[in-house]
């Protein structure tokens, strides 16, 4: 009688299966189920876009929350705390997500399934990864996807040049291996002159940071996370440049090969420049 009054903990449907890998017995033999693994599959894809669409209204309201607290301290402190709670469980969601998607990806894997639907889990869990930053996620997903199931399952030509070209752009934007990158483009029969992912790779060997940065406004969303690894190196070596060759630059043309505004440029990267109105000085001129 006692036991019926106590109220049963609230399991989140995410959070319901284990992991098999891990040895979790909480319905792991459920994912083994293709019903149940395309019910948990449209749960995933649900809670996403209802978290994409969270993200973006908060966005946009923290926009407008701050233009109205610039004058008002207090006002600002308050807004900062409630941001800081927002972005916790903005966090935390993503990592049931995550965690989700790889519950699935094990769950496919121990029943062997290759189908239509498997490539879809993978081409949504690499993407969904891409824009989360999350190398752990999206790295072994893509690699089982061009790997193990594109053999048996082919992806279309169009799909196997975007995720090949993920590959290539996470090898060398993220990992600093561009031979490897070449490889595999050689190996997939990647055209060199037909993507933007050939550019980026070109760009990038050759310390071309203007030609990056144009490339990076032309880029997908997808292509442009997984270059925004390379955005540190890549402005770390147009400071030194323009260093060495000019005395002074525009503000304007800074900041288009530099990608970054100057006040944050001065700050997170400790360069020793004035400003005089328009005009950024790099060095002093020596006097005769």
């Known amino acids: 009688m006692e036991r019926s009054r106590l109220r049963q903990p609230r399991i989140d449907g995410l959070e319901k299966f284990g992991l098999p890998s891990k040895g979790d017995k909480r319905h792991v033999e459920s994912l ?11 749960d995933i894809v649900e809670r996403y876009k209802k978290f994409q669409h969270d ?3 908060r966005l946009e309201l923290n926009i407008e929350d701050q233009l109205d607290a610039l004058s008002i301290q207090d006002k600002a402190r308050g807004q900062s705390k409630k941001n800081s709670v927002q972005e916790a469980s903005a966090e935390a969601e993503q990592s049931r997500l995550l965690m989700a998607m790889r519950k699935l990806r094990e769950g496919i894997v121990a029943s ?20 989360a930053r999350h190398p752990e996620s999206y790295g072994p997903a893509l690699l089982h996807l061009l790997r193990n199931l594109h053999p048996r399952i082919p992806l279309s030509q169009t799909e196997l040049d975007e995720f090949v070209g993920y590959l290539i752009l996470d090898l060398v934007c993220r990992q600093n291996k561009p031979a490897e990158a070449i490889l595999i483009r050689k190996q997939y029969r990647l055209e060199e002159e037909k993507y933007l992912t050939n550019a980026v790779l070109h760009a990038i060997l050759h310390g071309n940071f203007h030609l990056f940065w144009i490339l990076k406004e032309d880029a997908t969303e997808y292509q442009s996370r997984l270059m925004e690894y390379a955005e540190d190196g890549m402005r770390r070596l147009a400071i030194r ?10 503000e304007d043309f800074l900041v288009h090969v530099t990608g970054i505004q100057w006040d944050l440029l001065r700050t997170r990267y400790g360069v020793s420049w004035t400003r005089e109105g328009q005009r950024i ?8």
Do not use: M, W
């Open 112 to 131: 062997q399934r290759r189908d239509p639907f498997t490539l879809d889990v993978y081409r949504f869990c690499v993407r969904a990864a891409i824009l």
């Open 55 to 57: 993200v973006s209204e």
């Open 241 to 250: 440049c323009l260093e060495r060759a000019y005395f002074t630059v525009d």
């Open 281 to 288: 000085i790099t060095r002093e001129r020596k006097r005769k």
């Open 32 to 42: 083994l189920n293709h019903g149940l693994q395309e019910e948990f599959h449209q």
